[in-house]
């Protein structure tokens, strides 16, 4: 490990620094409010980081490999967890007296998801997934009251640690069948290792598929997904559909890629009927839930489902130039599914708190008239999930269809297509509750006492939710510089 | 030491076995304890997998990870008992069936 | 003079325009003038015009603009004017002018005394821009213009839904015609290239043969929208419900006017006609078919206006069987008496029904020569040439028409001898009115006689009713020569004999009595034949069955969008799959754990189907 | 030839005490057929040439993190009926459904490994090996795994801190 | 730069009534017809500087200068997105139209909403802003933005102000019509990536795309995807089923706006794009194409008659005259063409006015069921008179605007097939059943009962100056309608002869 190697892990030891500063600040005077700032502080060095380690992309041992793709989404997480990290100050535990111990997990668990992005062997993907899922079980069950974020933890670890296993066991799998683990080696061996076994290894990519598929919540490995994303405290929730997920997502990725496993056209057919069914199942999951949060987690399941598509597309990529729009793709909906997820989550944690009943959607009713700022948050982030142009979503489903276009994957153009059709309705279902004007009002004949609703108040949140919000209208309305930069990448 | 000529696919076998035990006991017990238990197996079997394999090719990297899973079920566990406790103190009941307040 | 023509079709358009308006601030004095006035006033210039014309027959053509233009397709807001249109005209503005003078008293008490003469000069407007139309497409601007104002006058009681299910009838049943004789526009346009009657005419004669199939289908159409117009069998139905307007109103434009409009067309568009004999001899069937189907009904109506509608709808079907043997003149000539006695007997029925506390049924009626002399005058001349009587000008023109029919083809005798029915049939209805009317025991007592402004056109009418068979229509240039050769003198003889006998008859039956026919009245065959005939031959009856109630069905069974219940099933899909799924969200963890499991049973399984090939085809 | 008798001995104790852990309704039995099975398998390990995987798998899976068990266990101070419980839930229409499906998956990782064949291995990965491996390429690992350590420390310290001082 | 400023201004207009409601709850209305009224002015003034509207040059397909205006910005180059806005005669009309009915329709909710009213009028205007942005955008890209947009605000305005069904009406909207734009989505990108294909470039323009080769089988499909988004908005039959709820249940201005512009963007797309785009595969899709027109004129009437409430039986007669929009387009000669764009405009006028009288209605009744009505010419006269004049000029009255449109479509028709045109003919005489049937149900008939003791308010000043514009602009256009059609000629004719040089062997 030389200097440059070192410099190129800069947000790794940021966030490690912040780790061990955070412990020795709890050990001389447990204040949560400095926590606080170490954590914030310790995140934007981070990002100074992540920033300053563009300039030293390499692999860094067998373990890691930093660059300026896996850069760019450690940026984006990192700046996910800031915005956990302030709706956690703002909007969780009335009880928290002891909230240190929760920005030390929160720290951790960035620490695993930068791990994760970054990993290129089967250790660091081990290793960064669990950190981040070991993390994350304490934040779940962090709140002291309430038994349905200890219900959510229990779940969550059990479950998460099946698929670990099945993760593992994979690992195991391909490691007999080729005698490399890392990614680029098991693709270098991988057709040797085919020929020879061909039983082995694909048996082997189908558990790894199928222990980051849970990560992932794709159907069949969903079922966790609503409860623990009811029960979570709602930053965590957000926390967890974000960094969690995108991290995984682009371990997945890196797999995919440098395994060579797009070759397999069985795999294919795997990914191909999971992305299908998690489409589908996603969207009909939502369609009459009235628990916001419940209704975001079967959204995430559709919403990898289509993200699954480019991966499929892969297989099919005929040229240089589909390569390049696959990985503009990626790039391009992941950043707008996290910013918009984000938005929402900052809208859920600003007006529900960890009150689960104000998470159902009958509380949003009149939103617009209440407080209008979150109201169109909240409004515009779900036009960009349901993919309504001039938000990022809708440039990122733009990009799917082109690449499924392009690698003519019809089946799966289809099941998007109806995937997002059906998904207008639960979308709006929300949108339709915000919008209602409170009866009395109407009667009244004039706005008399309906504008007397809004919060006067501006909260940082309300601050945060406008900045997402402009970031997620930006996203969808001059992408160009954005796509400019992912083609770069 | 010489001469190890027990086939791979009968120790992934018995690897096997205990993963499909482990999971079996996850699907069957109730308990949180003996849910954790299971957990345990099951990444015991996958450890059993790694180290034979690593023993196949002669690497020390099946090892390596094996070290690694130790750790992960240790961390696993540490949190999982932690929770076992909480979950004895709020549900008054080990018995995961009955935490399904959230469904739908 | 001739540059002013379109002065005659606005005047009357402006008066409609002024009156809607000012409706609410017109006082009543003002609103009479606007509306007599206006039609005056195009009388007048109609008159002129006339005379102007009389001095030189020579067809003109003024064209105002060019309505549209696209492509090819170029009709003009244009006037065409012959002696044909100024028949017309004369017939409209005059006894228009004459019907909106009765109309003030008339309708003196009547709440919307401004609409009904908005209504009114609108009809006039129409109707002339009907007749002087140069091409099909702007007289079809006035076929339908005048069809609404039918429906706004047939209507205009509103209060009374029967009055509007009468005029929506009206309307429905003449917008069928329309609707085929807008077909025929389309074909004729496609064909020939042009709706202008004149060189649409030309046209038709240079490119298509006599008897072709083109020519046929495109009259055919052209009859459909005649018949429809001119309730002529099969759409006749919707005259006798349409008396349920005032009755000027039907006697403008339900007797005088419109529902000659037909008998217009078809003579306006002859040239077409005579390339189709086949169509010719359909107009004639048609027209027979129709004046005794009326005949008989109006034998058995005991509602004074019914009477008179099957009466017009007789006396229309005569024209059509002359048009239908080539007999233009005379059908036109028909078409002028016509009017002139019609109307005649609908404003006298209207003085009538006016002064008789709005009792329509003649049987309450009776003695009524002495109380109301001028109209019991006019109604004995209006039904002496309404019957044909000699020297009445009904008979002139009937005359004239069974004749011609006569001489029509091999089946000529025949439509002779059913036309002269027709007439017997006539004879004996028109009188038995005028005897159950007029003499006889008085039942009800009228309020008086008629004023001034309903004498003056009640006694113009009877002038023209009697003296109106001498006048000679300018139409020699318009139509071909009839045949100059006439018939066996017995044919002229029983012609004018008939309707006396069928006034003798009617007078034995009704007035005297000595002619007792209760005993095959009241006989099973005589009764059924009664009530055959009373219903107008069960076509009422038929439609209802045929038509209006399987559409009030089908409406009614679609009201609730089926349509809607495919994207109702997408819906309950959907649903049921979240059913599904829900249910699978126990919150069990056993229970997602063997999801799980299931899931990587699924995806082994399908990640093992290793195909036989190694590797698919891939880029890094 | 000892030494696969040594291994197949080793498997069935395995297998036979896990199978024996999992269906225990006591959890302390349950837990000492699982430390016997974490031993058979530390054997294996012993015979296929880990020994140092052997000795971790004694020490910390069955000497540490097995205690773990032991300790929540005396700590919640499960009483008899609970056992009397668990015992009744173990009724065939509870684990028909989900033994069929763990057979399903048996059988196809059966179906897999039944392509493998050759021996395990050709000799013995010493203690040196497997530290200069650690410690060489993988010190990042080692690092990072001390970082997963600390979470799984700070998480159960404070869900076991707040079950300890409401217990208080 | 006009055109965008022709959207801008009543973006930020929008924006303006919002906040306009701080300073008064009368000042959103009177700030967005003053904003449409700009617009209007605007668009005037820089018209008046051009040629003779009615003497316009072709616009030739290939060549954007020979355009009325034409203006191009680089957006998304990576793939080859841009933002471009052209217009033709056609466009302008449709552009004009949208701007008169947008201000007509502020008229109309005058009275109409009466909470929430800043939000309201600002919905209004970019709903109008949004249809701008249909009629002028050139780029497939920016076409379909602003297809998706328009109808955010048009939910909110069915959604918030609507009436008892609200939430269901919107949301069937927002499905059907969101749903089928996805299918468009996905046609456009099948378009741009042959032509991608074929020319190596990324371009979303529409002078690009045309006569992009292709082979018949994915021209079908493509054709076929666009054809479903526009019908589904027209409406055509069977896609129609959204159109009655929507139209029953949103507020009266929301209704003259759905049925008065946003209908026809669902024709100018048919006519812009989807013949234009895939000439072969249209023509051999011409004959379903105006069956499905054929059955929706005569489905449509004979829906409409049996209707009981008053907008929902105007809906339908809604989908009665689209559907000759329909036959006019797929006809596709120059006859039907000028009819189905008549129609549109005449349409667009005669069922604004009706959804207006229908509004009316509701505010003095507070129902729309016409079984609750009867007799009501009694007590307002003058709406009775008005909503005579609308009735008939639906019913295809000659001389009035319709009549033309119905006329020339079925003229065009009848050279294509003369069967269908005695089909659709059919229309004429359904629709003049149900016509006159909503005359009888509402203003003639014996006073209802219910209504006695009721003292209704007939039409006043404001609102006979709205419907005296419409009837105005109903009698030119059925008298004198040679401006509209002048207007529109040279786009067609130019569309005609693209097409008919593609279409040649």
Known sequence: ?489 | MEGLNIPLNHILLVSSLLFSIGMLGLMIRRNIIFILMSLEVMLNSAALAFVAAGAHWGQPDGQVIFMLILTVAAAEVAVGLGLVLQVQRRFKTLDMDSANRMRG | ?620 | ?168 | ?505
Not at chain 1, 457 to 480: C, I, T, Y
Not at chain 3, 568 to 590: C, D, K, P, Y
Not at chain 5, 275 to 299: C, I, K, N, Q, R
Not at chain 5, 433 to 460: C, V, W
């Open chain 5, 1 to 505: 730069m006009v055109m965008i400023n022709l959207i801008l201004i009543l973006l930020v207009g929008g924006v303006l009534a919002m906040l306009s409601e701080r300073a008064g709850e009368n000042m959103p209305r009177r700030v967005a017809l003053t904003v449409v009224l700009l617009d209007i002015i605007y668009l005037l003034s820089h018209l008046s500087g051009m040629a003779d509207l009615t003497q316009l040059q072709a616009p030739m397909p290939d060549d954007p200068s020979t355009w009325l205006m034409h203006f191009k910005a680089q957006w998304i180059p990576a793939f080859g997105i841009s933002i471009e806005f052209a217009l033709d005669g056609v466009s302008l009309l449709m552009v004009m139209l949208t701007l008169v009915l947008g201000a007509i329709a502020i008229s109309s909710s005058w009275t109409d909403v009466m909470a929430k009213r800043g939000f309201f009028e600002a919905n209004l205007l970019w709903t109008l802003a949004g249809v701008l942005g249909v009629f002028m955008a050139l780029d497939l890209f920016l076409f379909f933005l602003f297809w998706e947009v328009m109808l955010i605000p048009m939910y909110f305005m069915i959604a918030i102000w609507g009436h008892e069904n609200r939430g269901y009406a919107a949301m069937k909207f927002f499905i059907f019509t969101q749903a089928s734009g996805l299918l468009m989505l996905v046609a456009t990108l099948g378009l741009v990536a042959v032509n991608h294909s074929a020319t190596g470039q990324w371009s979303f323009s529409y002078f690009d795309l045309l006569n992009t080769p292709m082979a018949e089988q994915t021209a079908h499909w493509l054709m076929l995807g666009f054809f479903i988004a526009f019908v589904v908005k027209l409406p055509a039959f069977p896609f129609h089923t959204w159109l009655p709820d929507a139209h029953t249940q949103a507020p009266t201005a929301g209704s003259v706006i759905l049925a008065g512009i946003l209908l026809k963007t669902g024709a100018y797309g048919l006519i812009r794009f989807a013949v234009p785009l895939f000439p072969e595969a249209a023509l051999d899709f011409s004959f379903t194409a105006m069956a499905l027109g054929a059955a929706g004129v005569v489905y449509g009437a004979v829906l409409a008659f049996s209707q009981t409430d008053f907008k929902r039986l105007v809906a339908y007669s809604s989908v009665s005259h689209m559907g000759f929009v329909l036959l006019g387009v797929y006809a596709w000669n120059e006859l039907a063409l000028q009819g189905a764009v008549m129609q549109m405009v005449a349409h667009g006028f005669s069922t604004a006015a009706l959804f207006m009288i229908a509004g009316s209605l509701q505010e003095r009744l507070h129902t729309r069921d016409m079984r609750e009505m009867g007799g009501l010419w009694q007590q307002m006269p003058r709406m009775g008179a008005v909503a005579m004049f609308f009735v008939v000029a639906s019913l295809g009255l000659p001389g009035l605007g319709n009549f033309v449109a119905e006329f020339l479509v079925l003229l065009g028709l009848f050279q294509v097939n003369p069967w269908m045109t005695a089909v659709a003919a059919l229309g004429l005489i359904t629709g003049a059943i149900y016509s006159l049937i909503l005359m009888q149900r509402s203003f003639q008939g014996e006073p209802n009962a219910k209504l006695e003791g009721h003292s209704l308010t007939d039409f006043g000043r404001r609102e006979m100056l709205t419907m005296a514009v419409m009837m105005v602009a109903l009698i030119g256009l059925g008298l004198y309608p040679q401006p509209v059609l002048d207007m529109a000629q040279p786009v067609l004719q130019s569309l005609l002869e693209m097409t008919s040089v593609e279409i040649a062997p």
């Open chain 3, 1 to 620: 003079m001739a540059d002013m023509i379109w002065l005659v079709p606005l005047i009357p358009l402006l008066s409609a325009i002024i009156l809607m308006l000012g409706s609410a601030i017109l006082p009543r004095l003002l609103i009479g003038l606007l509306g007599v006035g206006s039609v005056g006033l195009a009388a007048l210039l109609t008159m002129l015009l006339g005379l102007e014309f009389l001095a030189n027959p020579e067809p003109f053509q003024l064209s105002l603009w060019t309505w549209m233009q696209v492509g090819n397709f170029s009709p003009s807001i244009a006037f065409y004017f012959d002696g044909l249109t100024l028949v017309m005209m004369s017939v409209i503005t005059g006894v228009g002018f004459l019907i909106h003078l009765f109309s003030t008293e008339f309708m003196e008490e009547d709440t919307s005394y401004a609409r009904y003469f908005a209504y009114l000069n609108m009809f006039v407007a129409a109707m002339l821009v009907l007749v002087m139309a140069d091409n099909l497409l702007l007289l079809y601007l006035g076929w339908e213009g005048v069809g609404v104002c039918s429906y706004l006058l047939v209507g205009f009681w509103y209060q009374d839904s029967a009055n509007g299910q009468a005029a929506r009838k009206a309307f429905v049943v003449t917008r069928i015609g329309d609707t085929a004789m807008a077909l025929g526009l389309l074909l004729l346009f496609t064909e020939l290239g042009t709706l202008d009657i004149q060189a649409m005419v030309g046209a038709a004669n240079i490119e298509w043969q006599v008897g072709g199939t083109l020519p046929l289908i495109a009259c055919l159409l052209l009859l459909g929208g005649a018949v429809g117009k001119s309730a002529q069998l099969p759409l006749h139905t919707w005259l006798p419900d349409a008396m349920a307007g005032p009755t000027p109103v039907s006697a403008l434009i339900h007797a005088a006017t419109m529902v000659t409009a037909g008998v217009y067309l078809i003579a306006r568009t002859h040239g077409l006609f005579l390339l189709a004999p086949t169509a010719m001899m359909i107009v004639a069937l048609v027209g027979l078919a129709t004046l005794l189907m009326a005949a008989f009904t109006a034998l058995m109506q005991t509602d004074i206006k019914r009477i008179l509608a099957y009466s017009t709808i007789s006396q229309i079907g005569y024209m059509f069987l002359a048009l239908g043997v080539g007999a233009w003149t005379a059908g036109i000539f028909h078409l002028m008496t016509h009017a002139f006695f019609k109307a005649l007997l609908f404003l006298g029925s209207g003085a009538i029904i006016h002064y008789l506390h709005h009792e329509h049924n003649i049987f309450k009626m009776g003695g009524l020569r002495t109380r109301m002399p001028v109209t019991f005058w006019s109604f004995m001349i209006g039904s002496a040439a309404l019957a044909a009587l000699p020297m009445t000008s009904g008979f002139f023109s009937k005359d004239q028409i069974l004749l011609q029919a006569y001489q029509f083809s091999d089946i000529g005798p025949l439509l002779w001898f059913g036309g002269l029915l027709g007439a017997l049939l006539t004879a004996i209805y028109s009188f038995r009115l005028v005897f159950v009317v007029f003499f006889g025991k008085a039942n009800t007592e009228p309020e008086g006689d008629t004023g001034w402004r309903m004498a003056v056109p009640l006694i113009t009418l009877c002038t023209l009713a009697m003296i109106g068979g001498y006048f000679i229509i300018p139409v020699a240039d318009v139509f071909p020569v009839a045949s100059g050769d006439h018939p066996a003198h017995w044919v002229e003889y029983v012609s004018i004999s008939v309707p006396l006998l069928g006034v003798l008859l009617a007078y034995l039956i009704f007035q005297s009595r000595q002619l007792n026919v209760d005993r095959w009245v009241s006989s099973s065959v005589g009764q059924a034949l009664r009530r055959f005939w009373l219903s107008g031959w069960g076509i009422d009856w038929l439609y209802d069955r045929a038509f209006v109630r399987p559409y009030y069905r089908i409406s009614g069974l679609l009201k609730n969008e089926p349509i809607d219940a495919i994207y109702g099933l997408v819906v309950a899909i959907n649903q049921t799959f979240n059913h599904w799924l829900v249910e699978s969200q126990t919150g069990r963890m056993r229970w997602y754990v063997a999801s799980m499991v299931l899931g990587l049973i699924v995806l082994l399984t399908l990640a093992l189907q290793i195909p036989a090939l190694q590797p698919t085809e891939g880029a890094s």
């Open chain 1, 1 to 489: 490990m030389n200097m440059s190697e070192m410099t190129a892990l800069m947000p790794i030891l940021m966030l490690s620094l912040t780790a061990v500063v955070l412990m020795i600040q709890a050990s001389i005077k447990r204040d949560q409010a400095v926590a606080w700032w170490i954590t914030a502080a310790g995140l934007l060095l981070s990002l100074w980081g992540a920033g300053y380690a563009r300039d030293f992309v390499q692999p860094v041992t067998v373990l890691l490999v930093v660059d300026d793709w896996g850069l760019f989404f450690t940026t984006l997480i990192l700046m996910a967890s800031l915005v956990t990290l302030i709706l956690s100050k703002e909007s969780f535990s009335p009880e928290g007296e002891r909230k240190e111990e929760y920005y030390l997990l929160l720290v951790l668990s960035v620490l695993g998801a930068v791990i994760l992005i970054q990993s290129s062997h089967m250790a660091s993907l081990l290793l960064g997934m669990e950190l981040m899922g070991v993390a994350l079980y304490g934040m779940i069950a962090f709140p002291e009251k309430g038994e349905l974020p200890l219900e959510a933890a229990i779940k969550y670890l059990v479950l998460s640690a099946c698929a670990s296993v099945m993760l593992l066991f994979g690992f195991a799998l391909i490691y007999a069948a080729t005698g490399d683990l890392t990614f680029a080696g098991i693709g270098a061996k991988a057709g040797e290792a085919y020929a020879r076994e061909p039983v082995l290894l694909m048996a082997g990519s189908a558990m790894i598929l199928a222990g980051l598929g849970f990560k992932l919540s794709v159907v069949p490995f969903h079922m966790w997904t609503p409860d623990v994303y009811q029960g979570a405290p709602t930053p965590v929730t957000g926390f967890l559909a974000t960094v969690s997920k995108g991290a995984v997502f682009i371990a997945l990725t890196r797999f995919f890629i440098e395994g060579q496993l797009y070759q397999y056209s069985s795999l294919i057919f795997a990914l191909s009927a999971v992305a299908i069914a998690s489409m589908l199942v996603g969207n009909w999951l939502a369609l009459q839930q009235q628990n916001i949060k419940r209704l975001l987690a079967y959204s995430s399941i559709a919403h990898f489902g289509y993200l699954l598509l480019v991966l499929i597309a892969l297989s099919m990529a005929i040229d240089a130039d589909t390569n390049r729009l696959i990985g503009e793709a990626i790039t391009y909906y992941l950043a707008a599914y996290i910013v918009t997820t984000l938005a929402a989550f900052t809208v859920v944690a600003t007006l529900a708190g960890e009150d689960d009943s104000l998470s159902m959607i009958g509380a949003f009713d009149g939103l617009f008239w209440r407080n209008p700022l979150q109201a169109s948050v909240l409004t515009v982030a779900m036009l960009s999930f349901a993919g309504i142009p001039l938000t990022a979503g809708f440039i990122g489903k733009f990009y799917l269809m082109t690449v499924a276009i392009q690698s003519q994957l019809w089946v799966l153009m289809g099941a998007l297509v109806l995937g997002s059709a059906i998904a207008i309705y639960y979308y709006l279902r929300i949108i339709f509750a915000m919008s209602k004007i409170p009866p009395a009002s109407i009667k009244l004949g004039s706005q008399g006492d309906i504008n007397k609703g809004p919060r006067v108040e501006f909260g940082p949140q309300d601050l945060l939710a406008a900045l997402l919000m402009l970031l997620v209208l930006l996203l969808g309305s001059w992408p160009q510089p954005f796509i400019a930069f992912a083609g770069s990448l």
């Open chain 4, 1 to 168: 030839m000892l030494e696969i008798t040594l291994f197949y001995i080793a498997a069935t104790i395995a297998l036979v005490a896990t199978v024996l852990a999992m269906t225990r309704a006591n959890a302390i039995h349950a837990l000492i057929y699982l430390i016997v099975s974490l031993l058979a398998v530390a054997v294996i390990f012993f015979l296929i040439g880990a020994p140092f995987a052997a000795a971790l798998e004694i020490v910390i899976y069955a000497g540490a993190i097995m205690v773990l068990f032991v300790f929540v266990i005396m700590m919640l101070n499960l009483g008899e009926e609970g056992d009397a419980r668990e015992r009744g839930l173990l009724h065939p229409k509870i684990w028909a459904g989900p033994a069929l499906l763990s057979l399903m998956l048996f059988s196809e990782l059966l179906y897999m490994i039944s392509t493998v064949d050759g021996p395990v291995s050709s000799g013995v990965v010493t203690a040196k090996e497997v530290g200069l491996a650690l410690f060489g390429p993988y010190v990042l690992a080692v690092e990072i795994a001390s970082m997963l350590l600390l979470a799984g420390l700070v998480g159960s310290y404070h869900l076991g801190r707040r079950y300890l001082e409401r217990e208080e």
